[in-house]
């Protein structure tokens, strides 16, 4: 069998440390819900439950709560509502702004025929708000979550490929091309079956753990990625 053309027609991208500034919004908000997992900021426990936030960035937060709930399914879903809230109370009083060339590289992308798709691990309606105050709700061809997916987010391949069976904008998972700030939007690309999973440094984790979970690039931010496309798969 001939080898697939390099081709990229459907590009999926990450929210938060990705195509929006973080700017510390997740942490705030742990602050918020930690309460709820029964932990106290500034004490040990909340400092260990920090470590697994920062390490688990990019994945569904549900299954994070999960993890520092201790299988309580209750105790986590009341930890994850705290949070979800804590997340769009901070983003509708103003903390939220693009990464800088995020929009341009989606409109550009776009513009080149591609389809593209903003992935979250946050809730529907927490990804509604960023998408509201940034006045994206327009910007990209789709937006998914975790519950759309099946309820399975990052590092599981579902989001990726949610998005290729939504769009119908791929006719192989190599026609993919990924990014995301994280690991488990690395291991989420390639378990997809991307050819090109771009790692971008304007989030969570660095191009040593980025290459490490897989990256086939590693971009300065996700506005360099529309070059790195064009480059890959002109």
């Known amino acids: 069998m001939a080898p697939l053309p390099r081709r990229i027609s459907l590009v999926v991208l990450d929210m938060a440390g990705t195509t ?3 700017d510390g919004l997740v942490e705030r908000a742990f602050d918020a819900a930690c309460r709820t997992l029964g932990t106290e900021p500034g004490s040990p426990a909340h400092a260990e439950q920090l470590a697994h936030v920062r390490a688990t960035m990019g ?3 549900i299954s994070v709560f999960r ?9 986590a879903r009341r930890a994850n509502a705290a949070f979800e809230d804590a997340y769009g109370q901070l983003v509708r009083a103003g903390h939220c702004a693009p990464v800088p060339g995020a929009r341009e590289a989606v409109q550009r992308l776009r513009a080149e025929g ?10 529907r309606a927490t990804q509604d708000a960023i998408l509201t105050a940034l006045g994206w ?7 998914l979550c975790p519950a759309d997916a099946g309820g ?6 579902d989001l990726v490929l949610t998005a290729l069976l939504r769009t119908r ?3 192989a998972v190599q026609h993919i091309a990924v990014a995301g700030d994280t690991t488990s939007d690395i291991v989420c690309g390639r378990r997809a079956g991307a050819s090109l999973v771009a790692g971008v440094l304007t989030g969570a984790h660095d191009a040593t753990a980025l290459r490490a979970a897989g990256a086939t690039h590693i971009l300065p931010s996700v506005a360099e990625l529309p070059d ?7």
Do not use: Q
């Not at 993890?67 to 105790?75: P, S, T, V």
């Open 20 to 22: 929006v500034a973080d």
């Open 59 to 61: 994945t569904s937060k």
């Open 67 to 75: 993890h520092l709930g201790g299988g309580d399914e209750d105790r």
């Open 114 to 123: 591609r389809t593209v798709v903003l992935a979250t691990g946050f809730a």
């Open 137 to 143: 709700r327009d910007l990209a061809d789709l937006s």
């Open 152 to 157: 399975r987010g990052r590092p599981w391949p």
């Open 169 to 171: 904008a791929a006719d």
């Open 228 to 234: 790195a496309i064009a480059e890959y798969a002109p």
